[in-house]
């Protein structure tokens, strides 16, 4: 390992990035100098831009990707080599404005019968009972289950925070199921090493298959069952600001896109068409 990403590694850390982000952010700067094939801190502003552009015009990544890259590009001249103004006029296009993929209630259930293992079975109904992300899931142990006050404590999610999701009797029944046949000590999802959850990969895989047993068009990850817990909330009637705290959003306007998905809310919204008097 070069003294340079050693450096960055430290940074990162230091202002507690999570081990996936510090990753990211490696990988990132590793490939800006694997497209000049020289050394990071020895680049100048317009060849920074030319990566840049490579990576929209060429390589046509997405906006996601992008802003990781850009994100990482910018910690890395502003914090590690203190050379800040070198990123300071680096920008990106507009963002697209995607929505995200949701399930309809029979396909949720469509999905959980493809999957013949209980343990990847428990992760995603987990995901989608409690609106997890799939991190979040898979580094569940058993003293977040608070089965008093029908809660389920997420330790550590996005952004180093805590919070309280729903714990329902349906969730804990299976998660009571899953801990009597796996007996775990801990970490409920482990390798066979008993320290380490599994991959998020692992389960990404899982929901490949299963979507195709299933027969499904819609393309279907971990996120997507996410999703689909805060629409199908939000469908019920549930308060818009109270699936924010149970998402673990930081701003409302993050989980206002879900009312632009719900169409079960669109199809109960009155036109103005129908309040006229008869025409």
């Known amino acids: 390992m070069t003294p340079l990403r050693q450096r960055m ?3 990162l850390k230091i202002r507690a990035y999570s081990e996936h982000t510090i990753a990211a952010y490696v990988s990132a700067v590793c490939r800006l100098a694997n497209f000049h094939h020289k050394s990071p801190d020895k680049l100048s502003y317009e060849q920074i831009r030319a990566f840049l552009v490579d990576l929209i015009e060429q390589k046509k990544v997405s906006w996601a990707y992008y802003k990781q890259v850009l994100a990482a ?6 914090h590690v080599l203190q050379r800040g103004e070198v990123v300071e006029d680096v920008s990106g296009p507009r963002p697209e404005k995607r929505l995200p993929v949701v399930l309809s209630v029979s396909e949720v259930a469509r999905f959980f019968k493809a999957i013949p293992s209980l ?16 991190g979040e899931a898979v580094r569940v142990r058993l003293c977040d289950i608070d089965r008093e006050r029908k809660v389920l404590r ?5 952004g180093k925070k805590d919070r309280y ?7 804990l029944e299976i998660l009571d199921r899953y801990c009597w046949a796996a007996r775990p000590e801990d970490l409920l999802f482990t390798t066979r090493f008993k320290d380490r959850p599994i991959t998020d990969s692992t389960v990404q895989r899982v929901c ?23 629409t199908h909330l939000l469908e019920a009637g549930t308060d818009l600001r109270v699936i924010q705290v149970l998402l673990g959003h930081s701003s409302p306007k993050t989980t206002a896109i879900y009312t632009h998905v719900s169409t079960a809310l669109i199809g109960k919204t009155v036109s103005p068409l129908d309040t006229l008097p008869d025409v």
């Open 9 to 11: 590694i430290e940074d």
């Open 73 to 78: 590009l910018r910690f890395f001249y502003r």
């Open 119 to 134: 343990r990847y079975r428990t992760i995603l109904m987990l995901a989608y009972g409690a609106g997890l992300r799939i």
């Open 154 to 158: 997420v330790q550590q999610g996005k």
């Open 165 to 171: 999701t729903l714990l329902s009797p349906a969730l």
């Open 208 to 230: 490949i298959q299963a979507r195709k047993d299933a027969g499904i068009d819609k393309r279907i990850s971990p996120h997507t069952l996410r999703h689909s817990f805060a």
